[in-house]
């Protein structure tokens, strides 16, 4: 394995387009069906302004509130899939072809007008055995993500990694919302194979 416990040299990019892509017309679809529940607001305000909110699809063991099944509590040691996955069974086999351990599951929004404020969370990179993947499925030209300050041109149904241990942020500056499947990898094998075999962008 290249990753280790202590904050070593990046091991990848900060940004890597894995070569997975799913079906967006699928994904768009389940979404829809799920918007009738209640998303719930994302539990940093002072991270972000206007409206960025999840829904939990895969959430820690035993967790009830909803805040605890949106948090990707570094503590937990066992995720289970929630019941919103029985509703969305092609987003299940978009979970189920990562074939590494995985951790939290969300669907996240930030609707028109918002935007995340910079920041980084500690020790989400490929170098501390952590990836966090994200899919998109709705976007518009007028959402900017940026890792490093520099923009990272993700298109719905594609795949990427991105190292967010260091500053990024995002604007929606459109007039749809946007959609992002956001899921919590453990890196192993099969994952670091998915990564080598990526591309930068």
């Not at 029985?86 to 599951?105: D, G, K, M």
């Not at 920041?119 to 998109?136: F, M, Q």
């Not at 929606?172 to 919302?177: A, E, P, Q, V, Y």
Request: net charge negative; charged share 25%.
């Amino acid at each position: 394995m290249l990753y280790v416990s202590s904050a070593p040299e990046p091991v990848f990019a900060d940004r890597v387009r894995l070569p997975l892509r799913f079906d967006v017309a699928r994904m768009r679809a389940e979404v829809e069906a799920l918007t009738a529940d209640a998303w719930v607001r994302h539990y940093v305000p002072a991270n972000f302004e206007g409206e960025w909110d999840v829904l939990p699809l895969r959430s820690p063991a035993g967790a009830t509130h909803p805040i605890q099944q949106i948090y990707s509590d570094p503590c937990a040691t066992e995720y289970v899939d929630g019941p919103l996955l029985s509703r969305a069974p092609y987003i299940r086999e978009v979970i189920a072809s990562f074939a590494c351990p995985l951790r939290a599951v969300r669907l996240m929004r930030l609707t028109p007008g918002s935007r995340i404020k910079e920041h980084s969370d500690h020790d989400l990179g490929a170098e501390y055995g952590k990836a966090r993947i994200h899919v998109p499925v709705t976007t518009n030209p007028d959402v900017v993500f940026e890792v490093n300050r520099r923009p990272v041109e993700m298109a719905p149904g594609e795949t990427w990694y991105l190292r967010l241990s260091d500053p990024h942020r995002v604007a929606n500056d459109g007039t749809s919302d946007r959609v992002h499947l956001v899921i919590d990898a453990i890196l192993d094998d099969w994952l670091e194979a998915q990564l080598r075999a990526g591309s930068e962008s």
